[in-house]
Every structure is written in structure tokens, then in C-alpha cells.
């Protein structure tokens, strides 16, 4: 059942992702989450991410707004090397509730932060803020957000340079859960068959979504990108607090 039911939901959420470069990777998380344990949920959501966001920045490659790449991509590695010596692995209320505090996020008062992604040290806290609550929550794009928001690039170059950063915060979850579950002897709960059939069709969903993002205006865009992240977050906060109080 789940070589059937991961690439669909694999192609519908790389589609949200190519849209709105984000959203998609919540509903990705908040669906392994239930199928899977923790560990492997985190893992295999991090190798579809890494090919949904690789493809999207391949795809939007001529946008990518480089110097912030290298920054994000120093601190992502911290963020993945303190996780490491932590040991630490969410239980599940913890990590619904942590999707659900991230999607609400796109609320906070962004403007009045003052960040700026390509500004060095912004990019670099964007890279340990990000990839740490990545690292607890599965996803982090909505505080990602709050480092674009006061930048003046296209939806093109935000979607472009997102993506990239992203592909490193996927790989330190991959890094941080696979290597528990090696630890573990658990390798054998990742269900590689799904995985590989749900890789073709991510690419195919992140093209699709590039299309649509081509005939939407950058108002559209911003302006439906929070309401559905926000819905997304409001059910897995409730998902979460009626775990933590079963």
C-alpha cells in the first residue's frame, strides 16, 4: 500500500513545493509521520525533499541567489553535527505540534525582524534556525520565509534560493536520523521501494508546479501561500495536542 500511496502524495506536495516553495513539505512530513516510525519518516522525507527541492532549484537554476548559499550551508552543517551528539528523537505529539507551531509562523511580524538573507550573518542564523527546527519538525519553510521577506527578489529567485538552502537542511535530517537508525539496527524500516517510485514522480510534480508558478503574479503567489500553510499548521497542532493528550 505504501509503493501506491507515497508517490501520489509525493506528486501532490512536490507540486504545492513548486508552486509556493513550501507546503508541500508539511503534508509530505505530517503523512510519514503517520506511516512510518519517527526515524524513518525523517529519513525518507528527507531523501524525496532533496530530490523535490534539487530538482526545483535545478530547474530554477538561473535565479539562484548564490551568496547566501554558502553561509546557510556552513551553519546547516552545526545545526546537523549538534543534533548528532544530541541523540535526540521527537516522539510523534512533539513533532505534529512542532508542524503545526511552524506553520503558524508565516504570522509572525516578519518586517519588523529586519532579517535579510543576503545579508552573511542572516543567511548564517537562517541556516542554524532553520535547519534545527527541520531537524525537531520536519519542515521549516514558513521561518525560512522570514529571511526573504524584506529582500527585493522575483518569487522566482525566492522559490530558487529556498530550494538550494533546503536541500541542505534535508541532508543533515539524513544525516542525523539515518545515522540513528544505523545505530539502532532499524535501517531495514525504510521502505525503499516507495522511495524509488516516488522519486520520478516528485520531479514530474516539482515541473508541474513550475509551470503554474510561471502564470501566477507575485501577489497570488504571497498572498495564498500563507493562508495554506497556515491551514496546514492549525491541523496538525490539533493532530499533535490530541496525541499528547491520549
Do not use: C
Request: charged share 10%; no cysteine; net charge positive.
Amino acid at each position: 500500500m505504501l509503493a501506491v500511496l507515497l508517490p501520489l502524495i509525493a506528486f501532490f506536495t512536490a507540486l504545492l513545493s513548486g508552486i509556493f516553495g513550501m507546503a508541500g513539505g508539511m503534508v509530505l512530513m505530517g503523512a510519514l509521520v503517520l506511516l512510518l516510525p519517527i526515524s524513518a519518516a525523517f529519513v525518507t522525507h528527507g531523501i524525496i525533499q532533496i530530490v523535490s527541492n534539487g530538482w526545483r532549484a535545478w530547474l530554477n537554476r538561473a535565479d539562484i541567489v548564490w551568496s547566501i548559499i554558502g553561509w546557510y550551508a556552513l551553519a546547516a552543517l552545526i545545526a546537523a553535527l549538534i543534533f548528532t551528539g544530541l541523540a535526540f528523537v521527537p516522539p510523534r505529539p512533539v513533532v505534529f505540534i512542532a508542524l503545526g507551531l511552524v506553520g503558524l509562523s508565516v504570522w509572525l511580524p516578519a518586517k519588523r525582524f529586519a532579517l535579510d538573507a543576503r545579508r552573511p550573518f542572516h543567511a548564517f542564523a537562517s541556516g542554524l534556525l532553520v535547519t534545527g527546527t527541520n531537524l525537531v519538525a520536519g519542515v521549516a519553510g514558513p521561518l525560512l520565509d522570514i529571511f526573504f521577506v524584506r529582500t527585493t527578489l522575483t518569487r522566482h529567485q525566492i522559490v530558487a534560493t529556498k530550494a538550494f538552502t533546503q536541500v541542505f537542511a534535508h541532508l543533515a535530517k539524513i544525516i542525523v536520523y539515518g545515522g540513528a537508525m544505523i545505530f539502532a539496527a532499524d535501517s531495514e524500516t525504510l521502505p525503499w521501494i516507495a522511495i524509488l517510485l516516488a522519486i520520478p514522480v516528485t520531479m514530474l510534480g516539482t515541473r508541474t508546479g513550475k509551470a503554474v508558478l510561471d502564470k501566477m503574479s507575485d501577489a497570488i503567489f504571497l498572498g495564498w501561500t500563507r493562508w495554506i500553510v497556515s491551514l496546514i499548521g492549525l491541523i496538525y497542532l490539533a493532530r499533535g495536542l490530541m496525541l499528547a493528550m491520549a
